[in-house]
């Protein structure tokens, strides 16, 4: 799409659209014949050269003549929403700029083009945000693709893909949506989380907790995240990967990039869809192969959902220690159970006995995220695996998250504990010298 189409695919929805702030209707038709008058006067091919911010300026300045020409009553307010309505639906995304600009925003969750929710602290709200139509809001998510390459039409009619500032766009339109266009943004912050702010702002773990799966990672043991939606998985992930040495060559794989890696020698790469033809899909488990061949020090998978699941295990059994990876899954037995059906994806007809062999000399150490209901993230379980007993893969649980009830507020009450069991992986900790004192272990000592 040329720049002068896009400007005036942007002008459409400013004739019509609902003003979410309950403004008069004679504003709204200022704004939409202002919008016109601005393209007009525009030198398209000129403004192509601009900076964004420059091109801003320049549509402000324009905005506030044509306003003087006119010779429009308006007063200061009703001026600047006016210029930033039709800076957003020019150079951003229309009426998701607000939401977009705001830090306490973490999930966009467009349901349609009247309904449009946000997280904010873990907790879902409904906004006064809409679009005009159906038809202005698949402008803007065609504009929201488009940026990063991709397309959305009947034929291709879901889409995920990453946002330059690294947010995660997922879009569905009719004939699978059933009522209409729907999009959600996950946002990150531009700051990434670190262990202290999950130990002493957050309360998701115990600063004993923290320690040991500092010491983890260090000590290049192989470690399982497990959780639902929205659990906090690819937070942890970074975190611990921020604990990697410099010195380490990272290999990174993902559907849509998420991690936020800190480390200088980082090698990222991201699977790629099919194209209309139907040809051109390069896999995770592509991806894993290839890694391989490119002397990682260790491999970073953001999720293992399919027949990756082989090649990664075959990795870290094989000399890639310390790699970590994410899973969808309610409890540590869960991840594991979900991890041998993947390998089923494969089509190696491995026996059962072999499958769960390969989990459990690869995995050290599952760690199991929730999300509460009152939406604050906890560790609930650090699991580590033992071994196995005749066909089943052995664990004990090192730290857990109890929950005794719910407050007035609807807060949870609950508190961490040890469960008195040392783990068989502090001997390699400690020859990477990371020393687990006894006193961690206590299961009488409760953690809030």
């Known amino acids: 799409m040329s720049f002068r189409d896009k400007l005036n695919a942007s002008a459409m929805p400013l ?16 704004k939409g014949r202002i919008h016109i008058k601005l393209l007009d006067k525009f030198d398209l091919a000129a403004l192509e050269t601009l900076a964004p911010e420059v091109l ?14 006119e010779q429009t009553a308006i007063n200061d307010i009703e001026r600047r929403s006016l210029i930033r309505d039709i800076q957003h639906e020019m ?14 925003v973490s999930d966009i969750l467009v349901n349609s083009y009247k309904k449009i929710y946000v997280e904010r602290k873990g907790r879902l709200e409904l906004t006064s945000v809409t679009f005009t139509d159906e038809k202005h809001l698949l402008r803007i998510i065609d504009k929201i693709v488009s940026l990063v390459g991709r397309r959305i039409d009947e034929s291709s009619p879901m889409v995920d893909a990453r946002l330059p500032d690294g947010s995660r766009v997922n879009a569905v339109i009719p ?17 990434p989380l670190r262990m202290e702010n999950l130990v002493s702002e957050l309360k ?11 010491g983890l990672s260090k000590a290049k043991v192989n470690i399982l995240i497990s959780g639902g939606t929205g659990a906090g998985k690819t937070t942890l992930l970074n975190i611990l990967s921020g604990y990697i040495p410099a010195s380490e060559r990272v290999v990174t794989i993902e559907d849509a990039a998420e991690l936020q890696m800190q480390q200088p020698h980082v090698v990222r790469m991201e699977t790629r869809p099919m194209n209309i033809e139907g040809k051109g899909e390069i896999t995770q488990r592509a991806l894993v192969r290839n890694a391989l061949r490119m002397r990682p020090d260790r491999i970073v998978i953001g999720e293992v ?69 009152d ?3 906890k560790i609930t379980s650090i699991q580590e695996i033992t071994g196995m007993e005749g066909d089943v893969i052995t664990m004990q649980e090192i730290f857990a998250f109890k ?21 068989k992986f502090a001997d390699r900790l400690r020859s990477f010298g990371v020393m687990l004192p006894d006193a961690m272990f206590d299961p009488t000592k409760h953690y809030q």
């Open 15 to 30: 004739l019509e659209r609902e003003d979410v702030r309950g403004t008069s209707e004679a504003y709204k038709l200022m």
């Open 204 to 214: 998701s773990l115990t600063p004993e907790m923290a320690f040991m799966l500092e």
């Open 305 to 373: 959902r399919g027949a990756e699941a082989v090649d990664m295990l075959q990795a870290m059994n094989t000399g890639h220690e310390g790699s970590l990876t994410t899973i969808h899954a309610n409890t540590p037995r869960d991840a594991l159970s979900r991890l041998e059906n993947m390998i089923g994806m494969a089509n190696l007809n491995l026996p059962h006995k072999a499958a769960r062999q390969q989990i459990a000399s690869a995995i050290t150490v599952v760690i199991q995220g929730l999300r509460l209901i």
């Open 375 to 377: 939406g604050k993230r």
């Open 403 to 423: 929950q005794t009830g719910i407050g007035e507020e609807g807060n949870v009450q609950g508190y961490f504990h040890a469960t008195g069991v040392r783990p």
């Open 91 to 104: 150079l951003g995304f229309g009426p998701l700029e607000l939401l977009m600009a705001d830090p306490t």
């Open 175 to 191: 004939p699978v949506a059933l009522d209409g266009p729907m999009m959600s943004i996950r946002r990150f912050a531009h700051i």
């Open 56 to 69: 801003r300026q320049e549509i402000s300045a324009m905005v506030e003549r044509l306003l003087v020409d």
